[in-house]
């Protein structure tokens, strides 16, 4: 009895571990619970870019950042606000403590965590009462009897009316739900949202998270518009078969009303694309189903292509594993890309010196550096057509407010943040001046991420920086009265 007594003497002055983040929470159990039996954990989970979430458990003695964490449920990819994530049988594992961890995985596979611990799993405890039940149980909420109603349809937030006085209309790529980020948006002048979107077979909870995102993106005045990539090892193991199930997606995507929607992302890298099955091709067909099935439920929504990225690696990784951008786009349009499209997508985000510059670079003089040079990379292949060109990616990357940028992106060390603004407030002009490549619209990557963890500084992109503060809000912002 002493014993146990000093341990919980030592549980209890212990705090629990804070959330990272108020969209990724365990609210129940709390530390220092006696848990056993099957226990429902209670949280949140809601990210607009959601790719799953699971719990595991890891022996409180070892430290949080080092310890062997065992998956304890399977993987749910259904988001949720203060209810139960998920089901503990805490018979799985032995009598100890532990800490539990919510661990979040979003669709651009960077990750977010919670963590609860000192938790005691006491199945096997025998008390003074000779009990073995948990000493504290999870929340029950009493059943209540609910007549049955008629299923409602889901809400669908009619299209804004929207007026541009830009230049160019202009968007931003958002992270999450964020009245503020808007608030700076419209004050830029920007019309459009971006929103990522995963599609993945057989999960209709996606739906969903579309809806959601295109509703609020109505309700605060602009546009929507919707990149949906699915899973490359899922592409790989359907081949052609793939094709309808991802054109059958998006177009019960369309009948939400979205206003633009691209098909696939930065297609020429194995990264996004099965290894060794890159061709623009096979892309191309699957992108004329997909246009096919959106145009048949709202032909007023924009299809967009997926942007290569801009990239000259191909001699460095082989035709496998990466395609050159230029060599991508060249196949596109001889398979007849701009057929299924009414835009193709660009990608500039590499860029640490003026937008007006076609040299100087002290990378050196690749083409896909300077922005006026990438625009005519991208439309050179399409020169046949009256095609529309719409950059679904532009972006600077600052490291001001954030700390050193890691390794792969040292070349953007030296941009501060007024030059993204200004930079990117130049961008738009020069597209909007350059006659012989129209340029339909510009999606600014990125408004409002905050991750900048190694390898993925997508905090340096945004226009909203650490301190609140959105300096190429008020750039963009000089330009309006052009549109």
């Not at 990272?20 to 220092?32: N, W």
């Not at 539990?100 to 405890?125: C, S, Y």
């Not at 009619?158 to 968007?171: A, K, S």
């Not at 009948?255 to 290894?275: G, S, T, Y």
């Amino acid at each position: 009895m002493r014993r146990w007594f000093i341990l919980l003497l030592v549980l209890i002055m212990v705090a629990p571990v804070a959330a990272q983040d108020a969209t990724v929470s365990i609210d129940f159990p709390y530390a220092v619970y006696d848990l056993a039996g099957a226990v429902d954990v209670f949280g949140t989970v809601n990210l607009p870019n959601l790719q799953s979430y699971y719990l595991e458990v890891a022996d409180y003695a070892q430290p949080v950042d080092s310890a062997l964490w065992t998956p304890i449920t399977l993987p749910s990819r259904n988001p949720v606000t203060g209810s139960v994530i998920a089901r503990w049988d805490t018979t799985v594992v032995p009598d100890g403590v532990y800490n539990l961890r919510l661990h979040v995985i979003l669709t651009d596979f960077t990750e977010q965590f919670d963590v609860v611990g000192p938790l005691r799993v006491a199945n096997q405890l025998v008390r003074l009462d000779g009990s073995t039940a948990p000493i504290i149980a999870a929340p029950t909420v009493e059943p209540q009897v609910v007549e049955p109603q008629q299923p409602q349809e889901p809400t669908i937030v009619p299209r804004p009316n929207v007026v541009n006085e830009l230049p160019i209309p202009v968007g931003g790529q958002m992270d999450d739900f964020d009245e503020s980020a808007a608030e700076l948006m419209r004050a830029a002048g920007m019309t459009w949202m971006k929103w990522q979107i995963p599609y993945v077979i057989g999960d209709d909870s996606l739906i969903n998270v579309a809806r959601d995102r295109i509703n609020w993106s109505h309700e605060q005045g602009f546009f929507a518009f919707l990149s949906i990539k699915g899973l490359k090892d899922e592409l790989a193991a359907q081949g052609d078969a793939y094709y309808p199930q991802y054109a059958d997606f998006v177009g019960r995507i369309a009948a939400l009303q979205p206003d633009a929607i691209q098909v696939w992302n930065e297609m020429n890298l194995d990264r996004e694309w099965p290894q060794g099955q890159i061709d623009p091709r096979q892309y191309v067909e699957l992108l004329r189903q997909a246009h096919d099935a959106i145009k048949a439920v709202d032909p007023s929504i924009l299809v967009v292509t997926g942007a290569p990225s801009p990239t000259g690696a191909e001699g460095a990784f082989g035709l496998d594993r990466v395609w050159n951008d230029d060599r991508y786009y060249l196949g596109m349009a001889n398979a007849g890309a701009a057929n299924f499209a009414d835009c193709i997508g660009i990608h500039y985000n590499e860029g640490i010196i003026p937008p007006n510059q076609q040299g100087g670079d002290p990378r050196g003089d690749y083409p896909t550096y300077y922005f006026p040079l990438m625009l005519q990379r991208a439309s050179f292949p399409f020169n046949s057509t009256p095609t529309q060109f719409c950059f679904s990616e532009m972006g600077y990357l600052s490291p001001d407010g954030y700390g050193e940028l890691p390794g792969g992106f040292a070349w953007g060390a030296n941009t501060s943040v007024q030059e993204q603004a200004d930079w990117l407030r130049d961008a738009i002009q020069i597209a909007a001046e350059t006659s012989d490549v129209q340029t339909r619209l510009i999606i600014v990557f990125n408004v409002n991420f905050t991750r900048f963890v190694d390898g993925d500084p997508q905090g340096g992109y945004a226009i909203i920086r650490p301190d609140g503060s959105c300096p190429a809000c008020d750039a963009i912002g000089s330009l309006r009265g052009a549109g």
